[in-house]
């Protein structure tokens, strides 16, 4: 048996569970209602698949993120498609997903039972908070954060539905990617990032951009 917390990209919400032995990322998703998530090592990092177990793969009270998909650009993550529950559908037909007990949990493979023991710790930050982004009305202003470096962007929220990316001299790893076409020069250093698929909410579209600029220095593609 290991514990290990789960933050919920986007609410903040953090869940202390214990998994077993054989346990997988979608064991855990499921047992947190969180169906429509996927589950990694930190916010950059690739995702596990559903039915990856997860037990050998984390220490004892690491803390793992689940997160939803966002697309940038036409192509960028595609690779995921196949382990992803789509849940846009023309739409912003999905809800926010909201937990409310606030014990731990255990989680069995392959059963996705859960047991209720005592009280836990949360810490209700959203990511963009988190990662040390600032927020002005409708405006958010931070820095895109990367192992390969931290890049400065800002964030224009008109609606829960239209919600535009924006970032300052993007690498040339990226621009001489294949999505380099996504990032649309507005003639101020600034660029506009084209998402084909509008992320559910601020903090995932800053993951989205994150993961985006890794894949680009990692594969140069």
Sequence with gaps: MKKICVSVVGSGQL???NIEA?????????????SDYLLSRNPSADFFANAESVYDKVAEGQKLFASTKATVGGEVFDF??????QHFTGKRAVQRVTI??????????????????NPIR????????????????????????TRYGAYQGWIEERSPYQISFYILDPPQAVLS????????????????????QMPKDVSSGIVAV???????FRTGR
Excluded at 80 to 85: A, G, R, Y
Excluded at 126 to 145: A, D, L, M, T, V
């Design 15 to 17: 869940h202390e569970i």
């Design 100 to 117: 409310s007990p606030v014990q731990p949990l255990t989680v069995s493979s392959g059963s996705g039972r859960i047991s209720h023991n």
């Design 177 to 196: 990617s294949s999505h380099g076409t996504c990032f649309q020069p507005r003639g101020d250093r600034w660029f506009n990032i084209h998402m084909s």
């Design 80 to 85: 995921l498609v196949d382990s992803f529950v």
């Design 122 to 145: 949360r810490q209700p930050l959203p990511y963009w908070q988190e990662h040390g982004w600032s927020r002005k009305g409708n405006i958010y202003q931070g820095n895109y954060q």
């Design 210 to 216: 994150e993961r985006l600029i890794a894949e680009c």
């Design 22 to 34: 054989g346990t997988t990322a979608g064991d855990i998703l499921r047992g947190l209602n969180l």
